[in-house]
Each structure stands twice: as C-alpha cells, then as structure tokens.
C-alpha cells in the first residue's frame, strides 16, 4: 500500500522524522508514533489476514434482538465484509486512507466508549475505532487476541526502522492497476495471501 500511495508514505516520513528523529525508537516512544499505528489498523481492515473468527454460542443468544443463535451453534465472524460496512466506516471504504484512524485532530478526547474497544492491548485516546464490533482483526471480546499490543509494538518498530531509512515503491514493469488485479484475486487457506508476488524496489534515502 505504501508503495503505491506515495503521498501517505510521505507523511509517514515526515512523522518519524519528527518523533524519534535519527535515534533508534524505544518502547516510550511508542504512543507518539500514532501514524505508523493508524497505517496497521487501515492495512487489517482492508485486508485481515483471518477472514472469518468462529465463534461459538454460550447459551441462547438474541442477535440485533430478533435473530435466535441456538445454545452451541457455531458462527463466523465475516470480517472482510465487516471492514467494508459503509455503515461504520462510511463510503470511502475501498480507499487505503490510514487517517481515518487518527484521533490527534478530534475536537473531543476518545474514550474507551467511543474506541468500542476494551479487549486485551486496547488503543488509546489518540486512535480513533468505529463502533464496537466494526473492527475486528485481533477478533473481539474476552478470547480476543492476547498478543494484540506485542503486535502493534512490533509492527510500528518494524515500519518505523524501514521506512525512516528507505522508500519504496513498484518494481518496473508493475503498475498501481496490476497490483489490484493481484490482491483482489487473493485467497485463503489459513491466512489470506496474494495469488502471486508483487515485487518492491527499495531504495536508501539519502542521510540528512
């Protein structure tokens, strides 16, 4: 994504080059790097790795107050399309837009209520979540991922040391249009996966 939204990587740049600048990001830096953050939650929702989180029903269960789930039955949890209600996320939701996710420019401070999200590693006050149960890429509720935070600590420090040292983009020969073409035909198996290789050139930026 960041290889062909050059823009966004851009402000990606300019965000670590002002947090951490040259020196190598610890663990107190991490609720400063809130856009590397909101560049992980926009990639899981347009494409959560698990597209579908069984779950199974504790006792009868009204859903939307009208639709009976038997004691045991078993349900999945259609997350694609979950991350794709215009309803939540409104209607640019085939946009990679990773701003969406900032809560720094809210007029009013986020709360837990307003995150919808109380599971294990819960973000805070600077990242902004739709309603409860419109994001799920770590699933939800108390059986919810229990790695979720080590996973955000560990991606933002991953893209952070890359990308304040390199840029990237398409290999030749690949366009924007292709790559689609490519992940739209992805499938799953046990994580969703692209049908082929897209390749990346990376390049050093130069050192200021």
């Known amino acids: 994504m960041l290889a062909i939204h050059p823009d966004i990587q851009d402000k990606l ?3 670590i080059r002002q947090t951490i600048g040259d020196k190598v990001p610890t663990y107190d830096d991490f ?7 909101c560049i992980m939650f926009e990639t899981l929702r347009m ?3 698990v597209v579908g989180i069984p779950k199974k029903a504790n006792g009868d269960q009204l859903l939307l107050g009208k639709y ?5 039955t078993y349900t ?4 694609v399309n979950l991350h794709h209600n215009k309803h939540a996320w409104g209607t640019d939701i085939h946009i990679f837009n990773p701003s969406r996710f900032d809560g720094r420019n809210l007029t009013q401070q986020v709360t837990e209520k307003d995150t919808g999200d109380t599971s294990p590693g819960a973000t805070y006050e600077k990242i902004k979540m739709p309603a409860k149960g419109a ?4 699933s939800e509720g108390a059986r919810s991922c229990l790695g979720r935070k080590f996973a955000q600590v560990e991606f933002v420090a991953c893209l952070v040391m890359v990308m304040r040292s390199w840029s990237v983009e398409l290999a030749e020969g ?3 249009e292709r790559v689609w073409e490519v992940i739209n035909k992805s499938i799953t198996i046990i994580t969703l996966v692209p049908t082929e290789d897209i390749p990346l050139v990376f390049k050093k930026r130069p050192v200021n």
């Open 13 to 15: 740049y300019s965000e």
């Open 31 to 37: 609720p400063n790097l809130v856009y590397p953050l």
């Open 47 to 49: 494409f959560p790795p």
């Open 68 to 72: 009976l789930i038997p004691n045991g």
């Open 76 to 79: 999945f949890f259609d997350t």
């Open 135 to 138: 994001f799920a890429p770590f």
């Open 174 to 176: 690949w366009s924007t």
